[in-house]
T-cell receptor
Framework: GAVVSQHPSRVICKSGTSVKIECRSLDFQATTMFWYRQFPKQSLMLMAT?????????EQGVEKDKFLINHASLTLSTLTVTSAHPEDSSFYIC???????????FGQGTRLTVV | GQNIDQPTEMTATEGAIVQINCTYQ??????LFWYQQHAGEAPTFLSY????GLEEKGRFSSFLSRSKGYSYLLLKELQMKDSASYLCAVEDGNTGKLIFGQGTTLQVKP
């Protein structure tokens, strides 16, 4: 199956700093990628849809100025958590759907801890 | 609006059969996915149903009834490694987004 690589897998940062998470489709092009957040013992919540070459579409309640998304190429989307606070600590996961498939492939996820 | 319901937790015995139900109400429907997620890991794909009926894949089967807004995942010959969270997700026909249910945590006991 298709491979989606997410980096880093774990990151600890200080409150007030920014963290960048990368999501790459390794063997297919993805015009659209999705970013999810998952709190402990809860399901995945869609944060935003990342569109190559255009602005991301954010879900209701997600601050676009806090969670900056850049989809500069057909294989890379980045999520930057700006001015991170402890309540931003969560598991962030990206996914992408190849144009030839209906199945969404997920990255490995990034465990963010803000101290 | 979107609403997807699954039981929060289930317990079953090794070697047995378990059925995890999912009901949904969505504004648009393209298909329904089931994913397995072990703690701290990304979800892995199990099945995809777009037409009514049963899809069988080894020990796992998934059923869909579009008219009833209902699906289930059937796991046979349970193994200890099947202890995980099982996520039902509906693909919105209007946006292409995946909307996830809250997930069902399955515990398999010896």
């Amino acid at each position: 199956g298709a491979v989606v690589s997410q980096h880093p897998s774990r990151v600890i940062c200080k409150s007030g700093t920014s963290v960048k998470i990368e999501c790459r489709s390794l063997d297919f092009q993805a015009t659209t990628m999705f970013w999810y957040r998952q709190f402990p013992k809860q399901s995945l919540m869609l944060m935003a849809t990342s569109n190559e070459g255009s602005k991301a579409t954010y879900e209701q309640g997600v601050e676009k100025d806090k969670f900056l998304i850049n989809h500069a190429s057909l294989t890379l989307s980045t999520l930057t958590v700006t001015s991170a606070h402890p309540e931003d600590s969560s598991f962030y996961i990206c996914s992408a759907i190849p144009h030839y498939n209906t199945e969404a492939f997920f990255g490995q996820g990034t465990r963010l801890t803000v101290v | 609006g979107q609403n997807i319901d699954q039981p929060t937790e289930m317990t079953a015995t090794e070697g047995a059969i378990v059925q995890i139900n999912c009901t949904y109400q969505t504004s648009g429907f393209n298909g329904l996915f089931w994913y397995q997620q072990h703690a701290g890991e990304a979800p892995t794909f199990l099945s995809y149903n777009v037409l009514d009926g049963l899809e069988e894949k080894g020990r796992f089967s998934s059923f869909l009834s579009r008219s009833k807004g209902y699906s289930y995942l059937l796991l046979k010959e349970l193994q200890m490694k099947d202890s995980a969270s099982y996520l039902c997700a509906v693909e919105d026909g209007n946006t292409g987004k995946l909307i996830f249910g809250q997930g069902t945590t399955l515990q398999v006991k010896p």
